[in-house]
C-alpha cells in the first residue's frame, strides 16, 4: 500500500518535530511537506529547526526545504501545529483550498461545527465534518484535539461517566514544552511555580464539556457538569500533572473506579489503530506515582496514567492524572484523529 502523502504547518517547533518523530515510521503517512513561518521559509529543515527532541532529525526531513505555508503545492493532508492567531486565519485557507486539516490549534475547537475529538471518547463527533461549509465547497474540512491539559483530563474522567459525573474540580501542574519554543524564560521558571497559564482554564473547561458532550444533529451538547480549572506552569519539560477531584451521582466503591479506568478500552483499540495504545488508560497503585519523570513514557507517551484514588472531603473522590503533553496533549494526539478519519473515509 503507498502512504498518504501530508504536510505539516509549524514543523519547526515544538509540536511540528513531535510530529516528524511520530511520523517517521508510520505505515499509512509519510512527510511530504513542510511549513512554518516566512524566517524558515526557504531553509533547510535542518538549518531551520532549533531540533530539541532526543532522537536524531530523520536524514530524508533534515534536507528536506521549508516551504511557504500556502496551500499552492501541498499535500491534501495537513497536520496544523500553528499558534493560534495564525491558525484562526491559516487553518481556513487550507480547508478551503481543499485540505483536511488536522489541527492542534485552539483557534476552531469550540467553533460549533468544528470536530473536537479524541478518538477513545467522543469518535462519532467527526460527523459535524459533513455539514462545514469548506466540505461541501472543496472537500477540505478542519478537525481539532484538545489542548494538553484537557486531553489528559478527559481521558481519566471519560471511564467515570457510567457513575454520573456530577463535578469536576482540576488544579494542574504543567511542563514547559507546553508553552512552545523558547517558551517561558529560564529566569522566570527555575524554581518557581507561575500560577497563570493565559486562557488555559477557560479552555479546559469549555473544552472537556464539549468533549464529554453529546452529538445531537448538527451541534455538541456539552456535558451538563459542574468544572472547574486551575493551571499553574511548573519547571518539569514533559508532562502535566493534575490534582482531580469529582463528585460521582451514583457513588461507586474505590475498586469499581480503578476498575473502570482499568478496563476501559474503545473504538482506536478495536481498529488497532497504528498509534492507539493498548491501554489508553492505566491505574499506578504506588502511593508516589504518577510521576513525570518516571511516568510519561507509557504507552509510547498515548497513555494516560492515573494514581493516588482516595476519599475527598469536599467532593467524592480524588485522584492524581498524568499525560504526555506533546504527544498524547498535541502530535499524537492529531496523527490518532488522521488515522480515525482514515478508517472512516474521510482521506480518500
Ligand atoms: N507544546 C505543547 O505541548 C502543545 C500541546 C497542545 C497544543 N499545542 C498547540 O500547538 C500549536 C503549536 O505549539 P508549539 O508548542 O509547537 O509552538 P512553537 O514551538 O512556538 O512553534 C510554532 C510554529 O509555528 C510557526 N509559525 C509561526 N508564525 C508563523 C506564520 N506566520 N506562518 C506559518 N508558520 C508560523 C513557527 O515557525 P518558525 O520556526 O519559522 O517561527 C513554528 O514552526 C499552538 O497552537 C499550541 O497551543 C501545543
Known amino acids: 500500500m503507498s502512504k498518504i502523502p501530508i504536510g505539516i504547518l509549524g514543523a519547526t517547533g515544538v509540536v511540528g518535530q513531535r510530529f516528524i518523530q511520530m511520523l517517521e515510521h508510520h505505515p499509512w503517512f509519510e512527510v511530504a511537506w513542510l511549513a512554518a513561518s516566512d524566517r524558515s521559509e526557504g531553509k533547510l529543515y535542518a538549518e531551520a529547526a532549533k531540533w530539541r527532541l532526543k532522537t536524531p532529525i530523520p536524514a530524508n526531513i533534515a534536507a528536506m526545504k521549508v516551504s511557504p ?27 478551503d483550498a481543499g485540505c483536511a486539516v488536522v489541527s492542534n490549534s485552539s483557534a476552531l475547537r469550540m467553533q460549533s461545527d468544528v470536530p473536537l475529538v479524541i478518538p477513545e471518547v467522543n469518535s462519532s463527533h467527526i460527523k459535524l465534518i459533513d455539514i462545514q461549509a469548506w466540505r461541501k465547497k472543496s472537500g477540505g474540512y478542519v478537525v481539532t484535539n484538545p489542548n494538553c491539559s484537557a486531553i489528559g483530563l478527559v481521558l481519566a474522567l471519560a471511564p467515570l461517566q457510567q457513575f454520573g459525573l456530577e463535578t469536576v474540580m482540576a488544579v494542574t501542574m504543567q511542563a514547559i514544552s507546553g508553552a512552545g519554543y523558547p517558551g517561558v524564560a529560564s529566569l522566570d521558571i527555575l524554581g518557581n511555580v507561575i500560577p497563570f497559564i493565559r486562557n488555559e482554564e477557560e479552555k479546559m473547561e469549555e473544552e472537556t464539556r464539549k468533549l464529554l458532550g453529546q452529538l445531537n444533529g448538527s451541534k455538541v451538547i456539552p456535558g451538563a457538569f459542574a468544572m472547574s480549572a486551575q493551571c499553574n506552569r511548573v519547571a518539569v519539560e514533559d508532562g502535566h500533572t493534575e490534582s482531580v477531584s469529582v463528585r460521582l451521582r451514583t457513588k ?85 484523529n488522521a488515522e480515525l478519519l482514515k478508517v472512516k473515509g474521510y482521506l480518500a
Open 69 to 95: 505555508a500556502t496551500p499552492a503545492g501541498a499535500p491534501k493532508v495537513i497536520f496544523a501545529a500553528l499558534d493560534a492567531s495564525i491558525a484562526a486565519e491559516m487553518e481556513p485557507r487550507f480547508a
Open 252 to 336: 461507586p466503591k474505590r475498586e469499581e473506579i480503578i476498575a473502570a479506568w482499568n478496563s476501559f478500552r474503545s473504538e482506536p483499540q478495536q481498529l488497532k489503530l497504528p498509534s492507539a495504545p493498548e491501554l489508553p488508560v492505566v491505574y499506578l497503585e504506588a502511593s508516589d506515582r504518577p510521576q513525570p519523570r518516571f511516568d510519561i513514557d507509557m504507552g509510547a507517551g498515548m497513555t494516560t496514567a492515573v494514581g493516588r484514588l482516595r476519599p475527598c472531603g469536599v467532593l467524592d473522590w480524588k485522584f492524581t492524572v498524568l499525560s504526555h503533553n506533546t504527544i498524547r496533549g498535541a502530535a499524537g494526539a492529531a496523527v490518532l
